[in-house]
C-alpha cells in the first residue's frame, strides 16, 4: 500500500526509478516491486513540485497508482487514455515525458494545468470542463474501428464528473455503436459509491478470474439449449451482483461491470487492466480511490487541498486580507436571504469556489448544489421563478457557456426573474483558456430581456447585485476571480439606476468607457492624458444618452472591456454610435481573437494591453494614426 508522507519536501525528492521513465516503454518493463516503488517517488515528486509551483493538488495524489497501472499495461501512446477534467493529469503528465517541465507547471510559456494535444502526442484530448471523456473516447475508437486500427482506448472519468448528464448521454450511445472501450471511474468519494470491502473486493477479483469468464461463458452456451434457461441465470447473475455493487444501472445501459476495485492496489489494477484490456464491446471499470492519498493532510480534507498555491507552503508574515470578489458575492447572498425568503442559491459544484459556504449553513433549505450539470442548474432555476421564488445562480462564466440554451430557452425567453453571478469573468490566470470567462458579455447582450452589468470594484458588485436581484426578469453581474482594489463595501442592500452610467472623471479630448474592473487603471492613464473616464456599469441597457453627450464633448472614445472586442460592450457602443450618425472616432480595448494562454493575471493582462501601460500605449498608437490621417 502507499506510503504516507505527512510533510510538502523542501529539496527535490530522490527519485531514481522516477527519474528513468521519460517514455512510457521503459514502465512496462518494471516489476511489481519496482512499481510499487515508483508509485511512492511519483507521490513524492507530485507533493514537491506541485508545493512550489502550485496547481491542483488532491485529485492527482490519488490516481497515482491507477496511472501506473494504465501506462503498465496499455500500449501508449498508441492505446489512447483520455482523461476527464484535468485534474487528475499532473501524474500523467510526470511519467510522460514532463517530469522536469512540471517546474514551469502553470506559468507563463510553461506546461498547461490540464492535458493538451498540442503538448504531448500523450495528451490525446484537450480538456478543462468536466465529463467530456467519455464522449471523446468514444469518438476515438469508433474512429479507430472504421480505420480497421487495433488501438485501445481508454476514457478516465472521475472527481465528480460522472455527476454530469453528458457522462450518461456517452453512456447510453456506446453500446448502441458496440465499440470496443474502457471506461474507468475514478470514484473518489466525490461520485457514486464508497462500497469498498472485504466482500466486493473478493467479488471483483472472482469476476476478472480466467476460470470464471471460461465457466460463465461455457455456462451460457448450455443453458441456451435449455428454454428460458438463460434468461433465468443472467436476471440471477444480476441479482447477485446488485447485492455486492453498484452494477445494475452500467449493465442496464449496455456495459460490462467489474468492480468496485482498490485503486490503490497496485497488483489488482494491474490484474484488472490486463483482464479487461481484450474483451470486446464497451467495459466498465470502476476503481475506488482516496483523493489526496498518500499525503495527510490532503486526505483528511481534500477540498481545501484540491488545489494549492505555491505561496500557501511558504511562511509569510501575517497580514490582514482582501476579501475577493467571490467573498463579497457570498456576505451579499447571505444579507439578501436574511430579507427575502424567496431567495433560492443554485450552484453547480462550486460552493467552495464562489462561496456559497455560509449561506449553505445557515440556510440550508434554500441552498441547491446541483452537482457538475450546469444545464438542469438553469433550467432548475427557471422552474422556482415560475413559482415566485427568487433563484440566484452562482456559476463560473466559462461553465455557463455550457447551458447557453438553457439560458435563452428557459429562461430569457420566458422572461423569468433569475439572477445570474457570474464569477471568474475576464482572464483567469494560470489555469489558462480552459477557464477563462472571455465571452460573456458577448453571449450574453444578444439575448433579449437580459440585464447585464459589470461592477468595477467590491461595492460596485455589492450594489448590481442588488439592483439585478430587485430587475424583475433575468440579470446577469459578471466578475472576475480574485481581489478588487479594496474598495469600501457599505453594509446596505442598496440599488442603482438602470442603465445609467457614472463619470468619475472629468477631462476633455478623450472619453474613456469602462465596463468593469479595468477603472482604476484607466483612471491612472487618464491623469496624464486629462481625459474624461466614466464608469459604465451597464452593457445592457447601455447608457445611450451618456453615450451620445460623450460622442458630441470629445475627439475620441475609447471602450475598455477584459471580453472579446468581437461582438462585447465596445461593439454596442459602436452599434449604438452609427445608427445616430456619429461619426467620432472609437477604439476599441479588449480580449483579441485568440486563446491567451496561461500566465499570472498580471502577464495576462499587459499581454492583453489592459494594464495601465498597455491602455496608454494603445491610446497613444491611435490617437498618432489619427493625426497621420488628418
Known amino acids: 500500500m502507499p506510503k504516507i508522507f505527512h510533510e510538502i519536501p523542501t529539496t527535490r525528492p530522490v527519485t531514481p526509478l522516477l527519474d528513468q521513465v521519460q517514455q512510457t516503454e521503459t514502465l512496462r518493463l518494471f516489476t511489481e516491486p519496482q512499481l510499487a516503488q515508483l508509485a511512492d517517488e511519483l507521490r513524492l515528486h507530485l507533493l514537491w513540485r506541485v508545493g512550489e509551483t502550485g496547481g491542483h493538488f488532491a485529485a492527482g495524489l490519488g490516481v497515482i497508482e491507477l496511472t501506473i497501472a494504465l501506462h503498465h499495461v496499455y500500449n501508449t501512446p498508441e492505446d489512447r487514455l483520455v482523461w476527464d477534467v484535468g485534474h487528475q493529469g499532473y501524474p500523467h503528465k510526470m511519467l510522460t515525458g514532463r517530469l522536469e517541465q512540471m517546474s514551469s507547471l502553470r506559468q507563463k510559456d510553461g506546461i498547461a494545468a490540464f492535458p493538451r494535444r498540442e503538448e504531448s502526442e500523450y495528451d490525446t484530448f484537450g480538456v478543462g470542463h468536466s465529463s467530456t471523456s467519455i464522449s471523446a473516447a468514444l469518438g476515438m475508437a469508433v474512429a479507430a474501428k472504421l480505420k480497421g486500427e487495433q488501438r485501445k482506448t481508454v476514457a478516465i472519468i472521475g472527481d465528480g464528473a460522472m455527476t454530469a448528464g453528458m457522462a450518461f448521454e456517452a453512456l447510453n450511445h456506446a453500446p448502441e455503436v458496440k465499440a470496443d472501450m474502457l471506461v474507468v471511474l475514478n470514484d473518489n468519494d466525490m461520485s457514486i459509491s464508497n ?43 444480476e441479482k447477485a451482483k446488485s447485492l455486492l455493487a453498484p452494477a445494475v444501472m452500467f449493465e442496464q445501459l449496455g456495459w460490462n461491470y467489474i468492480g468496485p476495485i482498490d485503486g490503490h492496489d497496485l497488483p489488482a489494477l494491474v ?33 481545501t487541498y484540491h488545489a494549492i498555491s505555491g505561496a500557501q507552503m511558504a511562511v509569510a508574515p501575517k497580514t490582514v486580507a482582501k476579501p475577493r470578489y467571490s467573498n463579497v458575492f457570498g456576505q451579499w447572498l447571505c444579507d439578501m436571504a436574511a ?16 462561496d456559497l459556504i455560509a449561506f449553505s449553513q445557515r440556510y440550508p ?6 452537482a457538475i450539470a450546469e444545464q438542469h442548474a438553469v433550467t432548475f432555476a427557471a422552474g422556482m421563478a415560475c413559482e415566485g421564488a427568487k433563484p440566484v445562480v452562482a456559476i463560473y462564466s466559462t461553465f455557463l457557456q455550457r447551458a447557453y440554451d438553457q439560458l435563452i430557452h428557459d429562461v430569457a425567453l420566458q422572461n423569468l426573474d433569475v439572477l445570474f453571478a457570474i464569477d471568474r469573468a475576464g482572464l483567469v490566470g494560470e489555469d489558462g483558456p480552459t477557464h477563462a470567462g472571455s465571452f460573456d458579455l458577448s453571449y450574453l447582450r444578444c439575448i433579449p430581456n437580459m440585464l447585464v452589468m459589470t461592477p468595477s470594484d467590491e461595492n460596485e458588485l455589492r450594489l448590481l447585485l442588488t439592483t439585478g436581484y430587485q430587475y424583475a426578469g433575468p440579470a446577469a453581474v459578471r466578475y472576475p476571480r480574485g481581489t478588487g482594489p479594496g474598495a469600501k463595501i457599505e453594509d446596505g442592500l442598496d440599488s442603482v439606476a438602470i442603465g445609467k452610467g457614472v463619470v468619475r472623471r472629468q477631462g476633455s479630448g478623450v472619453a474613456i468607457l469602462v465596463f468593469g474592473v479595468q477603472l482604476a487603471a484607466a483612471l491612472e492613464v487618464a491623469e496624464n492624458l486629462d481625459a474624461t473616464v466614466v464608469d459604465m456599469r451597464f452593457v445592457k441597457p447601455l447608457d445611450t444618452a451618456l453615450t451620445l453627450e460623450l460622442a458630441r464633448q470629445h475627439s475620441l472614445l475609447v471602450t475598455i472591456e477584459e471580453n472579446a472586442i468581437m461582438g462585447g460592450a465596445g461593439s454596442a457602443v459602436t452599434e449604438y454610435l452609427h445608427s445616430q450618425g456619429q461619426n467620432v472616432a472609437v477604439l476599441q480595448l479588449g480580449l483579441p481573437d485568440y486563446y491567451v494562454e496561461h500566465a499570472s493575471p498580471q502577464q495576462m493582462l499587459a499581454e492583453c494591453g489592459l494594464d495601465a501601460p498597455g491602455i496608454a500605449r494603445q491610446i497613444e498608437a491611435y490617437q498618432q494614426l489619427l493625426a497621420e490621417k488628418v
Open 195 to 237: 462500497n469498498v470491502g472485504g466482500l466486493s473486493q473478493h467479488l471483483t477479483r472472482l469476476l476478472t478470474s480466467p476460470p470464471f469468464t471460461t465457466v460463465r461463458e461455457e455456462g451460457k452456451k448450455l443453458l441456451s439449449m435449455l428454454p428460458g434457461a438463460l434468461e433465468i441465470a443472467r436476471k440471477t447473475e
Open 271 to 303: 490484474a484488472a487492466l490486463k483482464y479487461v484490456k481484450d474483451l470486446k464491446g464497451p467495459q466498465f471499470l470502476h476503481v475506488v480511490t482516496k483523493k489526496g492519498k498518500g499525503f495527510s493532510p490532503a486526505e483528511a480534507d481534500p477540498i
Open 339 to 354: 430579507e427575502d425568503s424567496r431567495l433560492m442559491g443554485i450552484t453547480p459544484a462550486m460552493k467552495e469556489g464562489s
Open 365 to 370: 433549505e434554500r441552498y441547491f448544489d446541483v
